[in-house]
């Protein structure tokens, strides 16, 4: 008899680090159609998804390279990046 089924976690690559975590410990930076950049806490919201590491580094990695803007197929503005940049500063230096 088979025991319980175990459910498969979703995997995502962080954007600044090219690392590969659980969905659920990354966090997901959001492009709506409209251009709106937003930080997505729940990971379900609609639009173009990027995720990152919660460590600052990733973020810095993310911002500095035009990594997140590639992978969200827009431009950052300059607020934009100065929204996400404080976020970023916010994090710890470890996970």
Do not use: F, H
Request: hydrophobic residues 25%.
């Amino acid at each position: 008899m088979a025991g319980p089924r175990v459910r498969r976690q979703p995997q995502r690559t962080c954007v600044g680090c090219r690392t590969t975590r659980p969905k659920r410990e990354m966090i997901r930076v959001g492009c709506s159609d409209q251009g709106d950049i937003q930080i997505d806490p729940s990971g379900k919201g609609p639009g173009r998804g990027a995720y990152i590491c919660p460590v600052s580094d990733c973020w810095e990695q993310a911002l500095r390279g035009n990594r997140l803007a590639q992978a969200l197929r827009t431009t950052l503005t300059a607020e934009q990046r100065q929204m996400l940049t404080e976020y970023g500063e916010q994090l710890s230096d470890k996970i």
